[in-house]
């Protein structure tokens, strides 16, 4: 991949395996919307950035480096070799297979909170709904960043609220867990950076002694927050998937990269109208 620095933009050339509309329409992140084809805006860590892709250039719009080497570059994954992943998923054929439609699906490195409490709305709930919490937790709670933009609340901000507050949100039974989730972070009884370099069973355990997090959001929240890519969020329908595809036990040879591989499984699925 190539950075180039063109009128106040950033350019990333040669980037045949990152497609905005996979990696940022896959349900990982909730933040982000696209205002046409191939162009997209969000927020993550407390900036706004409109992002397009054009004759196989992906534009950084108004980005700074400085802001691109401290946030955007790490946000996006940009310097894991993604080719490199899928050369070794290759190894089983249906993986190959899937990779093939997935290609272009890079795992975000988002926010830690921001991912525990993204995933803590999403239960048992639908895309356009979590998007809609989400949306309302920001800008009530959020700091105002730029023209109808809101940074995502801290978990210190969440914790001196209380559930008569959150009632704005309309997240239901789910906000008795947030508000438990941003208490325990806000408290320092969990420590979300130190999950980063601890063993993912280790992390795991941490993580579900929040009130009403199960085993899946915790390994959402250690996929997609804190970049443990070997952890493979399982709901009901990537179980079926799993076990129609590959008999219920993945492939060994996607074990370091099973939550990526969780990724290309889903898109190849969903692409392919997969009946489980």
């Known amino acids: 991949m190539k950075i180039v620095k063109n009128a106040g933009n950033i350019e990333l050339h040669e980037t045949e395996n990152f497609v905005l509309a996979q990696t940022l329409d896959c349900g990982q992140a909730f933040r982000w919307q696209e205002l046409e084809e191939d162009l ?84 048992n709930n639908n895309i356009p709904r979590i998007k809609g919490i989400v949306e309302r937790l920001c800008e009530n709670f959020g700091d105002k960043i730029a023209d109808g933009f809101y940074s995502f609340p801290s978990a210190q901000k969440i914790a001196s609220l209380t559930l008569e507050d959150l009632a704005i949100l309309r997240s239901g039974f789910r906000a008795k867990y947030i508000l438990d989730a941003a208490k325990k972070v806000a408290s320092g009884e969990i420590v979300l950076e130190e999950l980063r370099n601890m063993p993912l069973d280790t992390a795991r355990a941490e993580l579900v002694k929040i009130y009403g997090v199960g085993e899946k959001v915790a390994d959402c929240t250690l996929l997609f ?32 990269y099973a939550g990526i591989a969780q990724q290309y499984i889903f898109h190849y699925a969903r692409m392919t109208k997969l009946e489980i």
């Open 225 to 256: 927050g804190l970049s443990h890519i070997n952890a493979f969020p399982k709901d009901v329908w990537i179980k079926r998937a799993t076990q129609k595809l590959f008999d219920g036990v993945l492939p060994e040879c996607a074990t370091d």
């Open 40 to 123: 997209w805006q969000g927020v993550a860590f407390g900036k706004h950035l409109k992002i397009g892709a054009k004759d196989g250039v992906i534009t950084l719009y108004d980005t700074t480096e400085e802001d691109f080497y401290e946030i955007w570059q790490n946000y996006f994954d940009l310097e894991r070799d993604y080719p490199e992943i899928l050369r070794t998923l290759s190894a089983n054929e249906v993986l190959k297979t899937a990779g093939e439609y997935a290609y272009g699906i890079r795992i975000l490195r988002q926010e830690p909170w921001e991912a525990l409490c993204s995933f803590i709305i999403s239960q």
